[in-house]
C-alpha cells in the first residue's frame, strides 16, 4: 500500500507542478519557518507548488536539512552536525612522514 500511495504522490505532484521537500530539524519548526523555506525551494527548483514534509532527528544538534528534488537529489544542511564536522576537518593535519 505504500507503494501505491507514494506513485499517487509522484503523480499528483507532477500534474500540479509541485515539489516536495523534507526537512529534518531537532525540533519542530514554526509555521513561517516552514513557509519561508518551501519559498526558498520554490525559487531554487521553479516549482509551482511545494509540500513540506517534516521529521525530527536530535542528532543534527540544531539546524535543519531540506531534501528535495527527484528522489530527494538535493540537500540543503544547515544543521550544526556539519558546522562542526567542517571545523574538525580544517584541525585535522596530515599525516607527514619524518624519515631522513
Known amino acids: 500500500m505504500p507503494q501505491i500511495v507514494r ?3 509522484t503523480a499528483y505532484n507532477a500534474l500540479t507542478g509541485t ?4 526537512v529534518t530539524s531537532v525540533v519542530q519548526l514554526e509555521s ?3 513557509a519561508q523555506i518551501a519559498t526558498h525551494v520554490q525559487n531554487i527548483t521553479g516549482a509551482a507548488n511545494v509540500r513540506i514534509k517534516t521529521r525530527l532527528d536530535p542528532e543534527l544538534i540544531a539546524g ?3 531534501q528535495y528534488g527527484r528522489d530527494s537529489s538535493n540537500f540543503i ?9 567542517e571545523i574538525t576537518s580544517e584541525f585535522e593535519m596530515p599525516s607527514v612522514n619524518l624519515e631522513v
Do not use: G, Y
Request: aromatic share 10%; proline share 0%; charged share 35%.
Open 77 to 85: 544542511d544547515m544543521s550544526v552536525r556539519k558546522q562542526i564536522a
Open 32 to 34: 513561517q519557518d516552514l
Open 64 to 66: 535543519f536539512t531540506v
Open 7 to 9: 506513485e499517487f504522490e
Open 19 to 22: 515539489e516536495e521537500a523534507v
